[in-house]
């Protein structure tokens, strides 16, 4: 009590700045009227007043499977572009004993201590991790642990909307134009940027200070597209489309090649290169082949003209041999 005694011994009147000090340590809540420090999500979690507290926030629920037969974890991937309340659920079905039945939550490798509510119906048992995201170190993946005999995990994986652009090269020439363009679906970033590299650096595309870049964002901002006018091959390489949300970043790579004209004629010019080179063998093996013909034909021609001068001599023998045969019976 604030109350001094008297000079009768009846109570007496504080001085004024006392008697306030003694109104306002009246009126101000004990910590004990809190929330006991062994009561449920009081670690990194919210707990179940922080929630109430962010009551206007979108709820998410996600719920995993898991039988005392899984052989692999249980993972789900689930997307959040805003702040939200989450209710994890882990349900494992067990023909066992579910007293005996170790429960343990986990963000990454961080174990989360007396922050998860369980409950059991027939060989089922239930485990509930309530808890909000209002930031970006809040994300991550959250597992629940059943240990009996052997380990049984869910996974919960949280992270941001990822964008969309063309995965392959975006081929150009010099002097040309071209728009580089990504997307979110069904999202919408608080912001949008491009950036090009130099060398292994990021660096933001400066619109402000450049007539050859223009950014052009769509109506409901889930799509942003970087417009490059007369194109030189320094302006190839890789594009970064960046996008900003509440709860994180995303980004994507566009690759951009430029061509000078001469690039597409090279192809042709070695085909003709090619086309001259293989008429250039048929002609000369067609020259060959002709001289080959022709090297038989003289040759047969100075053999028929020796052969007809062997039968000649040959002829005026045999003419001559009978002659003298016949000389001779007529001289008997």
């Not at 003709?272 to 013909?293: P, S």
Request: with cysteine.
């Amino acid at each position: 009590m604030c109350a001094l005694p008297g000079p009768l011994g009846s109570p007496a009147l504080p001085p004024l700045p006392l008697f306030l000090l003694c109104l306002l340590a009246a009126a101000r809540p004990s910590v004990a009227d809190g929330i006991s420090p062994g009561s449920p999500f009081t670690s990194l979690p919210a707990r179940e007043e922080m929630m109430a507290e962010y009551s206007n926030l979108s709820l998410e629920t996600h719920n995993i499977t898991l039988t005392e037969h899984s052989s692999v974890p249980v993972e789900k991937n689930i997307t959040l572009e805003r702040s939200s309340n989450v209710e994890l659920t882990c349900q494992f079905t067990t023909s066992g004993n579910l007293n005996a039945v170790n429960v343990t939550w986990k963000k990454n490798d961080e174990v989360l201590q007396n922050n998860s509510l369980i409950n059991t119906t027939g060989n089922i048992l239930y485990t509930q991790y309530k808890f909000t995201v209002i930031s970006n170190n809040q994300m991550g993946s959250y597992s629940c642990f059943f240990g009996e005999k052997k380990e049984h995990r869910g996974t919960f994986h949280f992270k941001v909307p990822e964008i969309h652009g063309k995965t392959k090269p975006m081929i150009t020439y010099v002097g040309d134009s071209t728009v580089l363009a990504c997307k979110c679906q069904d999202c919408f970033p608080l912001n949008w940027s491009w950036y090009s590299s130099n060398g292994s650096v990021q660096v933001p595309v400066n619109i402000q200070m450049s007539n050859k870049f223009y950014v052009i964002n769509g109506t409901y901002s889930n799509e942003t597209k970087l417009k490059i006018m007369q194109l030189s091959e320094e302006d190839r390489g890789p594009y970064w489309c960046h996008a900003v949300f509440q709860l994180g970043e995303s980004e994507i790579l566009i690759e951009l090649v430029v061509l000078s004209y001469l690039v597409p004629l090279k192809p042709f010019l070695a085909i003709v290169a090619e086309v001259i080179l293989l008429v250039a063998v048929i002609l000369l093996c067609e020259m060959y082949t002709q001289k080959k013909k022709n090297e038989p034909d003289d040759g047969k021609e100075f053999e028929q003209i020796e052969q007809l001068k062997s039968d000649d001599s040959s002829n005026g023998i045999e003419n001559n041999a009978p002659r003298h045969r016949k000389n001779s019976v007529t001289s008997k």
